[in-house]
């Protein structure tokens, strides 16, 4: 059975860092592609960022790029997403997805197994 597990949350305050970490174990699936996708209070999950497993391209979107970089570390099955210049709107539910095709996806229904999800709060 093929489990996703998300850690690095927490309170950061305007400004700060973050460092996500999502682990992929279990079963004989093989990674593709993961994503990252986050949830605000009242707002619905969008796509954040994602990467290739094997080459290691990135997809990321428009609202983090140049503050969030996404990269993985191939033998370990972990993804990071690293959060720089935070701000209180990046406050959500991170959560962690991977699929089987190789490129990522900015679509929630094109993944196969999800986290539980990790909390971040940015305070002004």
């Known amino acids: 059975q093929v489990q996703v597990v998300e850690s690095g949350g927490g309170l950061v305050q305007t400004g700060g860092s973050l460092r996500l970490s999502c682990v992929v174990s279990?079963?004989?699936?093989?990674?593709?592609?993961v994503g990252w996708f986050r949830q605000g209070p009242g707002q619905e999950r969008e796509f954040v960022a994602g990467?290739?497993?094997?080459?290691?391209?990135?997809l990321v979107s428009d609202s983090v790029k140049g503050r969030f970089t996404i990269s993985r570390e191939y033998a370990k099955n972990t993804a990071y997403l690293q959060m720089s210049m935070m701000k209180p709107e990046d406050t959500a539910v991170y959560y962690c997805?991977?699929?089987?095709?190789?490129?990522?996806?900015?679509?929630?229904?094109?993944?196969?197994?999800w986290g539980q999800g990790t909390q971040v709060t940015v305070s002004s």
């Open positions: 279990g079963g004989s699936f093989s990674i593709g592609a």
């Open positions: 990467v290739q497993w094997r080459s290691a391209s990135t």
């Open positions: 997805a991977t699929r089987r095709a190789f490129r990522p996806s900015d679509l929630t229904g094109r993944y196969d197994y």
